[in-house]
C-alpha cells in the first residue's frame, strides 16, 4: 500500500518544471495533488471550500511572497499541516506557522518521510 492513499496535497509552486516533477512524485506515492502556480490560484483553491490533508507552499512565488498565504491557509485548513518550501533555508527556518520546512534540492525520499511523519503515516 502507498503512504499517501486517501491524501489530499495542495502544492503550491512557480516553477513549471519542480511543479511537475514533484507532483507526480507524490501522485507515485498515492497522494491526489492539486497544484497552483500561483498566489492568486493558491488563494482561489484555498477559498473554494478546500479538502487538502497538507499544504507544499514554495515561498517565494511569481506573484507574490508565498508567506503571505499562511495565515489563510491556517484559517481555512485548521487541522491541515504546513510544509514551507524554500531555497533560502536560513531566512525560513524561523518561521514558526509552519509545521515543517523543506529546503529545495533535497532528496525527495526526505520530503515524502517528512510527509509521513506529519500525517501519521507508515513510510514507504
Known sequence: MTPGRS???LLVEDDPGNRMTL???LEDEGFTVVTADSCALATRLLNDAPRYDAVLLDSRLGDGDGRSLI???R???PGAKLVLVTGWLNE???CHAVDAVF???THFDEL????????SLPSA
Open 23 to 25: 507532483a507526480m512524485l
Open 103 to 105: 529546503q529545495k534540492g
Open 7 to 9: 491524501h489530499r496535497l
Open 75 to 77: 484559517g481555512q485548513l
Open 92 to 94: 525560513e527556518a524561523l
Open 112 to 119: 515524502l518521510a517528512c510527509l509521513c511523519r506529519l500525517l
Open 71 to 73: 495565515p489563510l491557509v
